[in-house]
């Protein structure tokens, strides 16, 4: 590696190192989470193969609300899952039951890390939406970022090129979504506590899905039920990790090791479905990605504290160099 790069290099992690030190846990919680979202993603994309989606879903939300009710009552939290919005709350809702459809069946007509390199478009989505409805200021910083990630997205994509089918519509549309369902979140926090949104969140895809699943039943086989089982329990522990790495980090802090899902889906792809998206793909992810955590508070701290260290470095060589002379 040239030293000039390994100086800069050197540079970023000593700063983000100084960044995380407190919230250690936190990010390894994340970072677990993200695998276990990546793990779910890969069974329900062997799932559909043989089972309908709302078959799949349904399961995957009946462990999800079984979880969900179990922890509420040892923490003693039923009695506050009542809504003061809850019309919001259901949309909401129905948002998340489109998005993980539109998600699970682009996993089974694309690569699962393709469909991740292009739904890490979502905070950027997320960023426009959060300014346009919820009246959040949108600096230059988080526009900047957003052409960034937009032009990570065309290189993934590449159009008229003939490299990427229309499939891509799915993971476009999953991350508009997803986006969506991420700002209606953070408005319904301003009026009802986590567990009451969480509540929410499951009894409706449950309801949903459950209401469907009978007309649409593929009776599973012995190995079917262990992946419908696992799927769910990956999906509720990802939630659960998720939910417990906030307790002990912001989650502008944790924002950037969202990302780590696109790493898991690249080595899960490869390990059971032997994919592995082509140089152009990595390049287009890794711009997307870097837009993201720029955008992030944490990449404002990172960035802060990579300048500073520079000057020092700079400094340091600077009077080094006139003392040699």
């Known amino acids: 590696m040239d030293e000039s790069v390994f100086f800069w290099v050197l540079i970023f992690i000593d700063g983000y190192r100084k960044l995380k030190v407190k919230s250690s846990r936190g990010i390894l919680l ?13 069974t329900g994309k062997l799932l559909v193969q043989t089972y309908p989606i709302v078959q799949i879903m349904a399961v995957r939300f009946a462990i999800f609300f079984i979880v969900v009710m179990l922890i509420a009552s040892l923490k003693g939290d039923l009695k506050q899952v009542r809504s003061n919005i809850w019309g919001t709350q ?30 890490a478009m979502a905070p950027l989505f997320a960023i426009l939406m959060a300014g346009w409805f919820l009246g959040e200021k949108v600096d230059r910083r988080s526009w900047i970022a957003v052409v960034i990630g937009f032009i990570g997205a065309l290189i993934i994509i590449r159009p008229g090129l003939g490299v990427m089918s229309w499939y891509v519509v799915m993971p476009i549309s999953g991350a508009i979504l997803w986006a969506s369902y991420q700002v209606l979140s953070r408005s319904v926090s301003q009026f009802d506590s986590s567990a009451t949104t969480v509540f929410y969140t499951a009894l409706i895809g449950l309801i949903v899905f459950g209401g469907l699943a009978p007309f649409n039943w593929v009776e599973p086989t012995s190995i079917g039920w262990q ?10 522990m990802g939630h659960y990790l998720l939910i417990k790495a906030l307790t002990y980090a912001q989650a502008s802090t944790l924002q950037p090791f969202s990302y780590t899902l696109l790493f898991w889906a690249i080595v899960i792809g490869f390990i059971l479905f032997d994919e592995l998206p082509d140089e152009l793909t990595l390049i287009g992810a890794a ?39």
């Open 227 to 236: 992946l419908l089982i696992l799927n769910g329990l990956l999906g509720a």
């Open 30 to 42: 994340s970072i677990a989470a993200m695998l276990c979202i990546a793990g779910m993603d890969a």
């Open 90 to 119: 259901v949309l909401r809702s129905l948002l998340l039951v489109v998005e993980v459809t539109v998600f699970i069946l682009a996993f089974s007509m694309m690569p699962l890390a393709d469909v991740h390199a292009i739904a």
């Open 287 to 325: 711009i997307v990605l870097s837009a993201g955590i720029y955008a992030s508070d944490a990449g404002r701290g990172m960035s802060a504290s990579f300048l500073d260290e520079a000057k020092k470095r700079l400094r340091s060589i600077r009077t080094t160099s006139k003392t040699m002379n």
